[in-house]
């Protein structure tokens, strides 16, 4: 038997209800929340420059999706192609974010306005397409060239940021929906903007905000762009 067997054992041999039993065993959704926020610091604390992606992305890993921790921020919009569900601000450092896409829909081609993007599947499969991004000096129309094309299952995690280039990603099946969890640090394209680019030209449109809905705190806040183009 495991040290941590034992230890619960004797928890409930003590007449703790099984819920804080199960609390103390799991890293929830809360847990993940709660690691990044003190990684990021809620106030002051590290510069986006010091933020360490890969622990980050090691959390994101730790983390085992289960649905009870995130139906309460799941909401779809079926006339989109994907809704972006608002979980936590974390005092403009980071924007954390349920991601609900409807099958066979994706995102358009888009930078990351200059922030780290973690992505985990926490249900379904998602196919991700990254591109080279365009030379910034360059005027000429050039279709964008892929650069790596990856699907990913359940609990899978990959990063991007515009250091390696532009993505698009949708959701491949048929019938069913998928749902991931994002992480933006900084929330530049919520704060700032971002671009989205046409594929066969290369040529970029700049987009005011990237808005978000809030299930949980009955918000859906539909300033900003409404950008949903069909793949
Ligand atoms: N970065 C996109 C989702 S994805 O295509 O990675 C967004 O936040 O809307
Ligand atoms: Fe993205």
Redesign the pocket.
């Known amino acids: 038997m495991s040290s941590t067997l034992l230890s619960t054992t004797t928890t409930f041999d003590k007449g703790l209800a099984p819920s804080y039993q199960h609390f103390k065993e799991k890293y929830n959704l809360e847990c993940l929340v709660d690691d990044i926020k003190q990684h990021l610091g809620e106030s002051g604390g590290i510069s986006s420059e010091e933020v360490d992606e890969e622990y980050l992305i090691s959390l994101a890993r730790k983390y085992i999706s289960d649905p009870s921790d995130w139906i309460e921020y799941f909401y779809n919009d079926t006339s989109k192609n994907?809704t972006?569900n608002a979980i936590e601000n974390i005092n403009h450092k980071a924007n954390i974010?349920l991601?609900v896409w409807n099958p066979g829909k994706?995102?358009p081609i888009?930078d990351?306005a200059n922030a780290h993007?973690i992505?985990k599947v926490l249900a379904g499969q998602l196919h991700e397409t990254v591109y080279y991004a365009p030379e910034t000096d360059s005027k000429e129309a050039k279709p964008l060239a892929i650069k790596s094309a990856n699907t990913f299952g359940m609990n899978e995690v990959t990063y991007?940021s515009d250091d390696i280039g532009l993505?698009?990603?949708h959701n491949p099946h048929p019938t069913q929906i998928a749902v991931s969890l994002?992480l933006?640090t900084p929330p530049n394209?919520a704060d700032y903007g971002y671009n989205i680019f046409n594929e066969a030209t290369g040529s970029a449109s700049y987009v005011s905000q990237?808005h978000s809905v809030s299930k949980k705190f009955g918000l859906f806040d539909l300033l900003g762009e409404d950008v949903d183009h069909p793949l």
């Open positions: 994907y972006r974010l991601l994706g995102s888009h990351h993007c992505m991007i993505h698009r990603v994002h933006y394209a990237a």
